[in-house]
């Protein structure tokens, strides 16, 4: 989304890759990503994602093909555990962004699939739901070069200085854009390692119901469930429901591990589905996915420019929400990058201290 950002404003842009667009050790592999306004007390990535939702909706008819499903989006507010669901309503309010709260009577009704035992509320956001991930990326990497930008597949290094080589060559140019996701960190150990931290995620897909179409995601809206460290997306062409659980900080060997998940997952996984998602119970699993997100200690993203290579502009730090974001944040980050003002105080590279749930927007 930079690329194609810099591209549009006039620039003469290389992308370079280690692999192929869409490849599924990227953080942006994998079908679809949840996208909801919902932010917490945080009004900047609440109004992001207003902006990116109508960003996503002209990309999809300009590519012609889809790319945003709005399902809708339900969060779980869990008894005494509630004050990023609280914060959000909140900011909701003030912002004038559509919104249902169903309490503990309502809910089985609205949303037969769930158990919501020891559940508060549920807020509802209509006007969200998924993007679809890796469609997005290979369709707007085609779009890029049909603009005229490059696509040239190469590792760029950085030596013991953080300076860029590619193919034994120092890197050159006007600007570099450094966005190599999880692997921004391991390139500069120095400037980067320090507020971010790699943490593995591993996903299972179930399959729905033989002859239902309840957890389809025209009956089921995507759900984040912070009480029990879950979220999920409802079935969308035939993947099955996806059920992300338990934020653990298992280690991840970027380049070496295999992307398979664990015989702990499925564990979690099926006992998540029996409190929360009784229906699921006894159907198999039909896909899985592994991978990984680069967190920050505040969950905010990181955009600077490295403090000795003028130049070049660091982007990454995704925190698990960055996706969504991604036309207004490409668009962000090329205005940053060509200076056409400054980067936001949230994204610089100091040092940066854990939120409390009702401050964080993440809520994590
Ligand atoms: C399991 C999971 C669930 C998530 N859920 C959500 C969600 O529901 N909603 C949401 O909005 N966000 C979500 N996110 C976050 C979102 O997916 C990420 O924020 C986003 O995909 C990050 O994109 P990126 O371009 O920064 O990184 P990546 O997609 O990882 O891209 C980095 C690219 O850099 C390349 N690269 C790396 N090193 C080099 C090098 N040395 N030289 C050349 N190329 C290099 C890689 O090959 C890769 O293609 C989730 C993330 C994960 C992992």
């Known amino acids: 989304m930079t690329a194609l950002s810099l591209l549009r404003r006039g620039c003469s842009v290389t992308l370079i890759d280690r692999w192929e667009p869409g490849h599924p050790r990227a953080s ?21 994602v207003r902006e990116s939702r109508l960003r996503w909706i002209e990309l999809q008819a300009e590519l012609g093909c889809e790319l945003y499903v709005e399902c809708g989006a339900l969060v779980l507010a869990a008894e005494g555990h509630s004050a990023w669901e609280d914060a959000t ?27 919501f035992n020891h559940i508060a509320y549920g807020l509802y956001e209509p006007e969200a739901g998924m993007v679809m991930a890796q469609r997005a990326v290979v369709e707007t990497a085609k779009l890029f070069q049909r603009e005229g930008g490059k696509l040239k597949r190469g590792r760029v290094v950085t030596d013991e200085h953080e300076a860029l080589f590619l193919d034994g060559k120092p ?42 179409t309840a957890y389809d995601y025209t009956d089921m809206p995507c759900w984040i469930d912070h009480g029990l460290g879950a979220y999920g997306i409802p079935s969308i062409q035939g993947t099955g429901v996806k059920a992300a659980i338990a934020w653990t900080a298992a280690i991840i060997d970027l380049d070496n591990d295999e992307r398979v998940v664990d015989d702990a997952t499925f564990t979690r996984t099926r006992s998540y589905i029996q ?19 680069a967190m920050t200690p505040d969950t905010h993203f990181i955009l600077d420019f490295h403090p000795v290579h003028e130049n070049v502009l660091l982007s990454g730090g995704c925190s698990g929400h960055l996706f969504k974001h991604g036309p ?37």
């Open 28 to 48: 942006s592999s994998d079908y679809n990503r949840i996208f909801r306004s919902i932010h917490g007390k945080d009004e900047m990535y609440t109004q992001w």
């Open 89 to 115: 309503i909140g900011t909701f309010e003030k912002l004038g962004i559509p919104h249902f709260i169903f309490g503990p009577d309502e809910l089985p009704a609205r949303f037969p699939q769930f158990d």
């Open 171 to 212: 890197l050159d140019a006007d600007v570099i854009v450094v966005c190599t996701g999880p692997w921004l960190g391991e390139m500069y150990r120095r400037t980067v390692r320090p507020i971010s931290n790699i943490v593995r995620q591993n996903i299972i897909y179930t399959s729905t119901p033989e002859g239902s």
């Open 275 to 293: 409190k929360r998602l009784p229906g699921l119970v006894g159907q198999r699993a039909v896909d899985q996915k592994a991978c990984q997100i």
């Open 328 to 364: 207004v944040y490409g668009d962000f980050s090329a205005g940053v990058a060509l200076k056409e003002y400054g980067t936001a105080d949230r994204f610089k590279i100091n040092a940066r201290g854990k939120l409390s749930a009702g401050e964080s927007p993440s809520g994590r």
